[in-house]
T-cell receptor, first 116, second 114 residues
Framework: DAMVIQNPRYQVTQFGKPVTLSCSQT?????MYWYQQKSSQAPKLLFH???????NEADTPDNFQSRRPNTSFCFLDIRSPGLGDAAMYLC???????????????FGPGTRLTVT | AQKITQTQPGMFVQEKEAVTLDCTYD???????LFWYKQPSSGEMIFLIY??????QNATEGRYSLNFQKARKSANLVISASQLGDSAMYFC???????????FGAGTILRVKS
């Protein structure tokens, strides 16, 4: 049973044309993350939501935005995609954030974005 | 700042043999967690195993075990009885109280030969 679902799996967009990637989860986890992963590199955290609190990484470009309308769903909006934004975008969830217990992150299958 | 180092860009192993993937880490925090993830060519990141900094026993999950040497700041992944399906990229990652997000190493590509 899929626990973290990402749609679409493959997305092609044109240079400068806004695109939205979606993520949903059935785990009822408090935390949702968006990562960008380029070929042969480690995932790079863009931002995360702890419940409704949004946390942006300092080096995430303004071109990337996110929305979390409810516990289950989280969206990644790329306002004006450039060629350099072509990558795999991974959504992940974790049960909670704690200073005492470290919970594993569950990842979705990813959306591979192509910019033409 | 936290740092994860995986010094092996690529590894080969014969089917049914054991293989060790190296991971060293650097942190000034006393409380932290170490994770290993597997990423097949399909792209999904699959959680394999977790080790907490205060755990006295090495973590094991089926064919996966984590060789945790705290004094050396190493957290090597051992895969026993390798299978062809183990061919993938493997990432070591950590999270700590001081930096509450996963920090990944560069990854090691493992190829299992038949």
């Amino acid at each position: 049973d899929a626990m973290v679902i990402q749609n679409p799996r493959y997305q092609v967009t044109q240079f400068g044309k806004p695109v939205t990637l979606s993520c949903s989860q059935t785990l009822n986890h408090n935390v949702m993350y968006w990562y960008q992963q380029k070929s042969s590199q480690a995932p790079k955290l863009l931002f995360h939501y702890y419940d409704k609190d949004f946390n942006n990484e300092a080096d995430t470009p303004d071109n990337f935005q996110s929305r979390r309308p409810n516990t289950s769903f989280c969206f990644l909006d790329i306002r004006s995609p450039g060629l350099g934004d072509a990558a795999m975008y991974l959504c992940a969830t974790s049960r909670d954030l704690s200073t005492d217990v470290f919970y594993e992150q569950y990842f979705g299958p990813g959306t591979r974005l192509t910019v033409t | 700042a936290q740092k994860i180092t995986q010094t092996q860009p690529g590894m080969f192993v014969q089917e049914k043999e054991a293989v060790t993937l190296d991971c060293t880490y650097d942190t000034s925090d006393q409380s932290y967690g170490l994770f290993w993830y597997k990423q097949p060519s399909s792209g999904e990141m699959i959680f394999l195993i977790y080790q907490g900094s205060y755990d006295e026993q090495n973590a094991t999950e089926g064919r996966y075990s984590l060789n945790f040497q705290k004094a050396r700041k190493s957290a090597n992944l051992v895969i026993s009885a390798s299978q062809l399906g183990d061919s993938a990229m493997y990432f070591c990652a950590m999270i700590s109280t001081g930096e509450n997000k996963l920090v990944f190493g560069a990854g090691t590509i493992l190829r299992v030969k038949s």
